[in-house]
């Protein structure tokens, strides 16, 4: 059996410009597997927190290095259980969750190589072993930005287009570029700019998330009739523009209290064919949440990113509550592959869908979020608009394992 001979670590740069680590593991038969660390902008309180990048490389080619030289890749409970208790806190910040993320995933691909099985295929084998049912995740394209995203007067983050399940994958890309094209082009007819935001989704000045829907409803027109084949969905990320009491909409200069807020949404609902927010509200106004999920539970996704953070423990703590139907994953929001599985897991159990996600800051050369979505049998994917190279990547991967799995 292979082992573990070499980790080592550098910096590199990310979509926002920023430095983040690259970590490539090495097996003594010669296998490989590269891990690069995305970044958010909008974080959730209790994600798992990362450390300065000179600091991740060297612990992980020095201290990680070490811990883990001549260990099996291929027991990825054991690889992830040995950081954890070597980093020792709640939130990662000793090791960093950067550094340790890097050395998880990187390990998993490296065993992947080593077996010669796509990346896929080998993370099913640890998450549901046998399972050999595989879907693609139906992509949630964000083709306008806002909130911390953008510099725009947009309060709300994402406004998404999400095919209908029913399409094919490759269909489902097709018409996200499709509609993004149109957008370029009908806000450019209104003479607002066309620049994008840190996820590739245009960023005017000018909107609000009333007009940003008109936008999108106007190019998805025909795709979007009832019955259609394309629905709309909203990142709200709440948190971003909470303040003390209210939540303040700048750009209609609304003081909201959460109840004004589920007001707003109430009208959005009625307006326009949409099917998934996230984040709605501050992850610790739970009232609203639940008042909120109470009334739309059943025609609504109402998703958690910041209010879950892809945790397993702060996830059990919240189904209970009954606020949500749907969460984020992101594997950096946690720091291991072990810890991300569990909280799928947990999420599948108790009937929520789960949405595998990239961050607003990531990296070009990374797609492992794509593998680990068809792994999983995520029910949807978000990395961003079809445009720009570190989010095309991942929609990228996701069109080559539907190829590979359709010819077979
Ligand atoms: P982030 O945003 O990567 O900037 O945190 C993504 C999201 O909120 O879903
Ligand atoms: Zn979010």
Partial sequence: MPKISNISCHKIVNSRGDWTVMTKVTLDDGSVGVQSVPEGAS??????VDILPEKSVDLVSNVINAALLGKDPFNQGNIDKTLV??????????LGANSILSVSLAVSKAAAASKGTPLYKYLREIFDPGNNEYTIPTPAFNILNGGKHANNKLSFQEFMVMPAKKVPFD????????????????????????DVGDEGGFAPNGLTPKLALEFIKECAAERSKPGGNVFFGIDVAADSFKEILNYFIEEEGLHL???GLADYYRDLLKDFPLIYLEDPFQEEDFAAWKKFYNEFSETLMIVGDDL??????????????KLINAVIAKPNQIGTLTETF?????????????????RSGDTAEDTFIADLAVAVGAEFMKSGAPARGERVAKYNRLLEIFLELSSN
């Fill in 85 to 94: 208790e070597i980093d020792g806190t709640e939130n990662k910040r000793h």
């Fill in 308 to 321: 879950t953070v892809t945790n397993p423990s702060v996830l059990e703590q919240i189904i209970p509550m």
């Fill in 342 to 358: 569990e909280f799928i897991k947990i999420a599948k159990d108790n009937n929520l869908q789960v949405i595998v996600s990239h």
């Fill in 43 to 48: 974080k959730g309180k209790k994600e798992a």
């Fill in 257 to 259: 209290n959460s109840e």
């Fill in 171 to 194: 269909k489902a890309y097709e018409m996200g570029v499709n509609i993004y094209h149109d957008l370029e082009k009908n806000l450019a007819k209104a003479g607002m700019d066309i």
